[in-house]
């Protein structure tokens, strides 16, 4: 994980209020995210992160589970990263 400056970890306990939704999936998938990829966005990026916060639950939940896609690019883009991010990695055997 990248350091993070004092502002960044202020944002960082602002956010990780902000991913209690109402859905536990969705809590512990953004949550899981902010600790293992948040610090490596760009200004853009986390820009669309607090953009795709906005989003209704069960419109997020669509887009993590692949029943919808994001219509904007930018959002597309930004679930698809937080997917891969917070995958589990696959036993090996």
């Given at each position: 994980m990248d350091?993070?400056?004092p502002e960044d970890v202020i944002e960082l306990r602002r956010l990780r209020w902000q991913c209690r939704r109402g859905m536990l999936e969705l809590d512990h998938l953004l949550d899981r995210f902010l600790d293992l990829g948040y610090?490596?966005?760009d200004a853009e990026r986390r820009e669309t992160f607090l953009r795709l916060l906005?989003?209704?639950d069960q419109r997020?939940?669509?887009w993590?589970?692949?029943r919808a896609v994001p219509p904007d690019e930018s959002?597309?883009?930004?679930?698809?990263?937080i997917?891969?991010?917070v995958r589990e990695p696959t036993p090996r055997g």
């Open positions: 350091a993070l400056s610090a490596s966005l906005g989003e209704q997020l939940s669509d993590f589970m692949s959002l597309r883009d930004l679930v698809e990263h997917v891969e991010t």
